[in-house]
Each structure stands twice: as C-alpha cells, then as structure tokens.
C-alpha cells in the first residue's frame, strides 16, 4: 500500500513538473493575476463556478480573496456562485441546471467583474453558459481545465489547460494555482511593507 501512495504523490509531483516548465501557462496564470488586480482597483469582483469538487474548490478559493489569504487586510468582493442552495435548486428546478450560473451573471454580473471557471473537462454546460452570458455582459472569462480545456476553450479570455486528463491530479494543480493567484494578488494590493 505504501507503493500504491508514493505512486499517487509522484504522479502529483511530475504534473506539477511539467506545469512549472510550462512558459504559457505560467504567462497566461501572470496576466490574468494582473486583470483580477486591475479589475479590483477598478472596484469590480471576482466571481467563480464549477461543479462537484470544482465548486468546493470554487468556494474555497473565494473565500481566500473575500476573507484573508496570508494576512490581515480588507476583504475582496469574491464570490462562488453555487453558496445559495435554495437559488441552484429552485432554478435548477423551474428552468434547468445548465442555466443556474447563467442567471446569477445576468442579475449580477458588470463589464469589468472576472468570472473564473473550473471544470476538469472544460465541459461542464452550466460553466460554457456562464461564460456565454459573462462575454454578453462585458466580463473576463478564465477558464481553469484540463489538458484540451474542453468546449470552454472557445469561450474563455485566458485559458489555464492544465495537461492531464486525471482529474484528481488536474484539480490539485488547479488549487496550487489558485493559491498563487490568491497570494500575488493580496501581495499586489497590499503590499506587505505598507
């Protein structure tokens, strides 16, 4: 068994690898960090959706930009779009679960606001609406996916294809990211030394 662990951690290990050697998508994860920060300063938001573990990763890289990441500073307007249950089901309900993202960014979506999507597949329908209506609105759209990111390559401004198609691995690289993003952002608008 102890094989069967250190097979998982070098799987992990070499996909991060290939991930730390990859220029573009090191390029791609730096200029959307610096529309995130751009859009802050320009008093927007970051929002994100996602299914399953996607959307668990959703709300917990939220909480780190509205709550706090390494220290104490004002909060961020971030949001996961999924927190309201009574919402996704009665919509999910009455009209269709590809749309319950779609809705929240035609009530609350502004030209400007960063909508971050994660889906392993890059073809989750409720995602590819969501960018669909957040393009519509004037919004940045960034998709985090894997290896061919899917369908929602051609509806995301920035596209972070991580290359695997394991999606547990594909998700632990999507959360290493969304960390650093996390941190450079809270480094960007308050610095340490203020």
């Known amino acids: 068994m102890v094989s069967f ?18 220029t ?9 960090v610096e529309k995130i920060i751009q859009a802050y300063r320009n008093s927007n938001k970051v929002l994100w959706c996602g ?3 996607s959307a668990a990763d959703s709300q917990h890289l939220a ?5 706090r990441f390494y220290y104490d500073r ?14 996704i089901t009665a919509v999910a309900n009455d009209y269709s679960y ?7 960014i035609q009530a609350m979506g502004q030209p400007g606001d960063v ?7 890059g073809n989750s329908g409720n995602v590819i609406k969501a960018f669909e209506t ?3 609105k004037g919004m940045i759209t960034v998709g985090f996916t894997g290896q061919t990111g899917g369908k929602m390559k051609a509806v995301s401004d920035y596209l972070i294809n991580i290359p695997s198609t394991d999606t547990p691995r594909i998700q632990e690289v999507h959360m290493l990211l969304g960390h650093t993003l996390c941190e450079m952002v809270e480094l960007a608008l308050f610095p340490k030394n203020a």
């Open 5 to 22: 662990i250190q097979s998982k951690l070098q799987a992990s290990v070499q996909l991060k690898q290939e991930v730390l050697n990859n």
């Open 24 to 32: 573009n998508l090191l390029e791609t994860l730096n200029t959307v």
């Open 51 to 53: 299914n399953g573990g």
């Open 63 to 67: 909480a780190e930009l509205s709550g």
């Open 74 to 87: 004002a909060p961020l307007s971030s949001e996961a779009l999924h927190v309201n249950t009574s919402y």
């Open 98 to 104: 590809d749309v319950i993202y779609s809705r929240l």
């Open 115 to 121: 909508l971050i999507g994660l889906s392993t597949s």
């Open 134 to 136: 957040a393009r519509e």
